[in-house]
């Protein structure tokens, strides 16, 4: 099989970086993870902070065994799948082996791919920018929304609306905007108490 071909199966993937680490946002945020962040993203943010990541042609294609041959090295035994957008490619195959070998299963997408794969914990990032496909809305457990701009809040209760009622909803500073955004949704959450706030701890921590 080529390597085209094995890459659209969802048998080999390309991968940027991976590294083991602490979880620093969102609901598991101060758990040891192991991170594995996929090449390619069409999503576009503004302030994407993984620009280099958009292009999937830069990055080594690995096959799913020796991707998780490199997670085992690590004691934790929780993985984050992350990019670029994931979704991009077909998960199936790559969790699949992951829940074999032990692990729990984290992915963080923007959802504008069909959805795939077999996760523990899904965090959907929804993003201005494109839309998410339909079928994130039903497999989200937190919806995580970025507030760059105080029109976010709105969009946020807009894919709110669409999610679960178990899905846990947070709202997260855009880290170059923290200063100015962070009294904003201090004063949103207080007033409407169902929705949580998330800090990128990492970045105070200075970790990847
Ligand atoms: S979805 Fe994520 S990786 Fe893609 S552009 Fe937006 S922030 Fe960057």
Redesign the pocket.
């Known amino acids: 099989m080529d390597k085209k071909l094995k890459i659209k199966e969802g048998l080999m993937l390309p991968v940027m970086e991976a590294f083991y680490t602490i979880q620093g946002e969102g609901m598991h945020a101060g758990n040891p993870a192991y991170f594995l962040r996929l090449g390619g993203?069409d999503?576009?943010?503004v302030w994407?902070?993984?620009?280099e990541?958009?292009e999937a042609e830069k990055w080594p294609v690995l096959g799913i065994e020796e991707i998780v041959d490199q997670a085992l090295i690590y004691p934790g035994r929780m993985i984050v799948i992350t990019?670029?957008?994931p979704l991009m490619y077909n998960l199936d195959p790559l969790t699949a082996l992951l829940k074999e070998r032990g692990f729990t299963i984290h992915i963080e997408t923007?959802g504008?791919h069909p959805f795939s794969g077999n996760f523990d914990w899904v965090c959907f990032s929804p993003?201005k920018?494109k839309a998410p496909h339909p079928s994130i809305y039903t497999k989200a457990d937190e919806l995580k929304v970025v507030i760059f701009h105080k029109s976010d809040f709105e969009f946020a209760e807009k894919h709110a609306a669409l999610v679960n009622k178990a899905c846990k909803k947070l709202l997260q500073p855009e880290w170059s905007k923290s200063t100015q955004m962070l009294e904003g949704i201090i004063n949103y959450v207080k007033n409407h108490p169902d929705w949580k706030i998330s800090l990128q701890t990492h970045k105070f921590m200075d970790i990847p």
């Open positions: 993203c999503v576009g943010c994407c902070d993984v620009k990541s958009w990019g670029g957008e923007s504008a993003k920018f």
